[in-house]
């Protein structure tokens, strides 16, 4: 791996977002990118780098001051993610996948709520997750079967969830329920302790990408837990989740323009290095075109996903533009990826350069959070209302 950290010119509103930005290249420098490679072909968590994190301020940024968060705008949240996604995938989504736990308490908890858990979930050392997806239920969330019965002043929960990203390792849960009807009307919204009696996880997924970051299914065989954890009012679950998602897809979007800039400058780096024929391999235009649109890609997924944090920061809504950042910038990935190997040739396919885990790691980007299929369902409704069937 190259020793330099990428160095994007970037639009920032403050001199303190600078500086933010500043910290953050030198802990990626210095804490993730030089162990990410061997921990991830180790499979190995970095929980210690998510408690530097917190301590640093940066796994609660945008998120209100006065429980612990950085209350920074998304425009600047998004571009931490890109450059800790750059240093490692683990690390700069399950920053995302964090922040997209905490999202459901933030916005629709009670004072008391948010008092009593937000600190700890903001600064404290937490580490969160987000349980929506089940075994048979993806892509059509609303149909999930988890379900939560009411017993006296409190809820006991049971059935599976699957592809929970931290699944295992996190401290606390935010879990989506059907408390109701059929649909998306009866699905309520429940924080749920990682050490609560009954909740167990299944063994990691074996993946062809991100090793580091466990990925496992959850079992809830009669998990109780009180009222005063229910996020939301009974039924309102479904509508904080769609919120969610929608600030969780700006997230994804940012971690992959960063994959998708560490895959260039590798690739930027090798092609000035490597000579045939007596000349730098750069200096041949077939492959100076293909540098020239990989970094177009990933300039104009950059713009893409900044122009619809602006509109989420100004309190506007996004939801089309998030769907088409998160769609434009993980495809993006996956072809500065697959390139970035191409520039190496029969070097980018080892194990020895980078490229060929950054080429892994992209796939799933075009999966997570709405298959990048959802996301054109998404955008088509926004342009032409939903389908008459």
């Known amino acids: ?3 330099r950290a990428p160095q994007v010119d970037r639009s920032l509103p403050t001199e303190e977002s600078r500086d933010l930005l500043a910290l953050v290249r ?14 991830e072909d180790a499979g190995s968590f970095p929980r210690e780098v998510f408690g530097l994190l917190s301590e640093a301020g940066l796994l609660g940024l945008p998120y209100a001051g006065e429980f612990g968060g950085g209350d920074q705008p998304y425009e600047v949240y998004l571009q ?10 683990t690390v700069g989504l399950g920053v995302s996948v964090h922040s997209l736990a905490c999202h459901g308490l933030a916005g629709y908890g ?42 006296g002043d409190g809820w006991v929960i049971n059935g599976t969830k699957a592809w929970i990203t931290h699944g295992g390792v996190a401290d606390f849960y935010t879990v989506l329920a059907r408390t109701g009807v059929a649909g998306p009307k009866g699905i309520t919204a429940f924080l749920v302790p990682g050490d609560a009696e ?62 998708a800039q560490a895959a260039l400058d590798e690739a930027l780096a090798y092609a000035l290095d490597r000579k045939q024929f007596g000349h730098p391999i750069a200096d ?24 619809a944090a602006r509109l989420r920061d100004a309190g506007k809504p996004f939801s089309r533009q ?28 080892t194990a020895d350069f980078p490229v060929e885990r950054l080429m892994r790691e992209a796939k799933v980007l075009q999966i997570v959070e709405g298959t990048n299929q959802i996301q054109r369902m998404v955008i088509a409704r926004h342009l032409a209302g939903p389908e008459s069937r």
């Open 1 to 3: 791996m190259t020793d």
């Open 26 to 39: 030198e802990i990626a420098q210095r804490e993730i990118r030089p162990r990410a490679a061997e921990e």
């Open 80 to 89: 931490v993610l890109e450059e800790l996604a750059a240093a490692r995938l």
């Open 110 to 151: 009670t004072k008391e709520q948010q008092a009593a858990h937000l600190p700890a979930m903001l600064g404290g050392g937490l580490l969160g997750a987000y349980c929506l997806s089940e075994p048979a239920s993806g892509s059509d969330a609303a149909s999930l079967t988890t379900k939560a019965v009411r017993d």
């Open 198 to 259: 009954g909740l167990t996880a299944a063994v990691p997924e074996k993946k062809m990408g991100m090793k580091g970051s466990p990925t496992a299914q959850l079992n809830f065989d009669g998990v109780r837990v009180p009222d005063s954890r229910r996020i939301g009012e009974e039924g309102q679950g479904f509508t904080i989740a769609l919120a969610a998602l929608d600030a969780g897809r700006l997230g994804i979007a940012a971690c992959a323009i960063g994959v």
């Open 284 to 307: 041949f235009q077939g492959l100076r075109f293909m540098l020239a649109d990989m970094a177009t890609k990933i300039e104009a997924g950059r713009a893409l996903y900044l122009a």
């Open 322 to 349: 998030a769907a088409m950042a998160k769609l434009f910038c993980t495809d993006a990935a996956m072809a500065v990826t697959t390139d970035a190997v191409q520039v190496l040739g029969g070097y980018g396919y």
